[in-house]
């Protein structure tokens, strides 16, 4: 089934008048099986919970569900940098082969200009989706990065904004390198223990005994089922792989809005908390920058920082209006969460913030100007279509396995309205409002090269 074949699923959003009712609301309104919310505003927060945590065996979501909150992971890992910077272990300009000499990617050169600024600001660009499981002991890290000589390289470093889970690998495993110590103990000895997160772990084995939120798919003809993705490998656990309760995730959002301080503990120095907040590259979309872990988004009136996470049957979503001092979290047990928790984040800032989300005008294009973006883009888990559909652009995804290379049968389809300026956003109902351009990018050696970018991730064009 492709994804077009989705119903189109109710779009009227009542007008809630609580963080209770708004999330019983949007629950039921996409059958998103559970949800955990929560608001921290001035030092007072309150949080809602409400559905499933597993719904074949009818277990209610409680306060401290354990979810996976997965690449909202990054912000924790770029926090643990900022961190070290200040212990003298790391500095966010050495070039990372000073801190591991043995590192390989696709060209010397490109490897040689590579520093710990870029992987947190998805600007390395060597190729970031890579989830090939290097098992469960500490040498994963070892294992994973020993292949990147493998990883295409898109783009020449720090020109460009691709967004990279395998850049955080490498994050992890320069963690590792510098202290000694695994990953996850460090994590927890420098930010987990100090803010006293209780439930926030990395490891499946020790989440056994507490309340969890299981990840379910949700499709509209069949019903819902648990879903079958495994854990994430340990490898990417800098990447995506804690596993949190709401309250957790509001401590920590309320850490950053009061830079880097949390109960009277200073986690990190109020210079690099507001370091991490500065746009360090232009993102995908009109008001969209990356910093140090975190998305920026400028949007006339208002900013806000903030992150999302998907693995899964888990979706997460993490946003600090910092000038408000308020931040939101969501967090939802389904594959359709984004569905879910976007409507969630517009209600929160329309209702305590009194402000509306601008969204960009769609522009319209003759069928020449469309024509010229059509054609077929790969990459090394996709090959992505691009073709014609009335007055918009139809992409059309056949997923390759990246271990056996064999390609799904099913082909997820987006249809995609025009913003200018090669700018598009996904409009039908899987995906919506999701960011795709298409770009004129030299490759690392200066060679033109047309790219498609979805959703931060690229694909270049080809005759094939």
Known sequence: MSTSDFLDWPTEQPDYTNLDAAVQGEISRWNAVGMAAGIVR????????????????RYPMVGNSLFMVASISKIYAATLVLKLVEQGLLDL??????????????????????????LLSHTSGFDGDRFTDYGRGEDAYDNAVAEFHTLTQW??????YSYNNAGFYLIGHIIQKVTGKSYEDVM????????????TLFMPEDIIGRAIAVGHVVDYRSGVRLSTAKHLPRHSNAAGGIMQSIGDLLTFAQMHLRLGE??????????????????????????????IGWAIYDRPKLKSVGHGGAWGGYKANLVLYPNQNMAHAALVNSDIGVSAYGPLERW?????????????DRVELAQSELAAY????????????????????????????????????????????????????????VGRDAPVDFRSVPDANGNPRDLLRFSGRLAARTES
Not at 263 to 283: C, D, F, K
Request: charged share 25%; aromatic share 8%; proline share 6%.
């Open 348 to 360: 929160v800032a329309k209702h305590h913030l009194n402000m509306v989300y601008p969204r960009p």
């Open 262 to 291: 949390i109960n009277g503990t200073r986690i990190i120095s109020r210079e690099h908390a507001q370091l991490m907040q500065q746009a360090v590259i232009p993102a995908d979309n009109h008001y969209r920058s990356y910093g």
């Open 188 to 199: 927890a000895e420098e930010i987990f223990k100090p803010m006293g997160l209780k439930n």
């Open 374 to 429: 059509t054609g077929t883009y790969l990459r090394h888990d996709a090959r992505q279509v691009i073709t014609l559909k009335e007055s918009n652009l139809l992409l059309s995804i056949t997923d390759i396995d990246e271990d056996t290379g064999e390609e799904s049968k099913d082909i997820r389809e987006y249809e995609l309205e025009p913003l200018g300026d090669g700018y598009f956003r996904v409009c039908s109902p």
């Open 42 to 57: 001035d030092g007072e927060r309150q949080i809602s919970v409400g559905g499933w945590a597993n719904y074949d065996a």
């Open 93 to 118: 300009d050495t070039p990372v082969v000073q801190y591991v000499p043995d590192f390989k990617l696709s060209q010397d050169d490109v490897r040689d200009a590579i520093t710990i600024r870029m």
């Open 155 to 160: 783009f020449k470093p720090g020109s460009f």
